[in-house]
Nanobody, 125 residues
């Protein structure tokens, strides 16, 4: 069964940290790119960070570079984690993980086959 399940969202004050995790079934994980997206109210879904699972190569959008880190984790089941530090109110969004990039650029949501249900991140004082 193919699945992606996000966890780790919540509320945090500005400057705080959260760690998101995306647990992936092996079929979902086999697509080589796993990407974290976010969607803020009234905005389009945007790619935040991606990892090429065979090589470990990563890419980030400029607004999260040096604050977020994507990595591969998990023991019994693969997971892709997103460590988020120095969080800002503008980072508040629903965060989704996606895998199996079929076409297009890594930051474009239309190219992905598998999606999780999302986890909410709220950054406020």
């Amino acid at each position: 069964q193919v699945h992606l399940v996000e966890s780790g969202g919540g509320w945090v004050q500005p400057g705080g940290s959260l760690r998101l995790s995306c647990a992936a079934s092996r079929q979902a994980y086999s697509g080589k790119f796993v990407t974290w997206f976010r969607q803020r109210p009234g905005k389009e879904r945007e790619g935040v960070a991606t990892i090429h699972t065979p090589s470990g190569r990563t890419h980030y959008i400029d607004s999260v570079k040096d604050r977020f880190a994507i990595s591969i984790g998990g023991t019994d089941e693969p997971s892709v984690d997103l460590q988020m530090n120095s969080l800002k109110p503008e980072d508040s969004a629903m965060y989704y993980c996606a895998s199996d990039l079929l076409s297009g650029d890594w930051w474009a949501p239309s190219g992905y086959r598998y999606w999780g249900q999302g986890t909410q991140v709220t950054v406020s004082s």
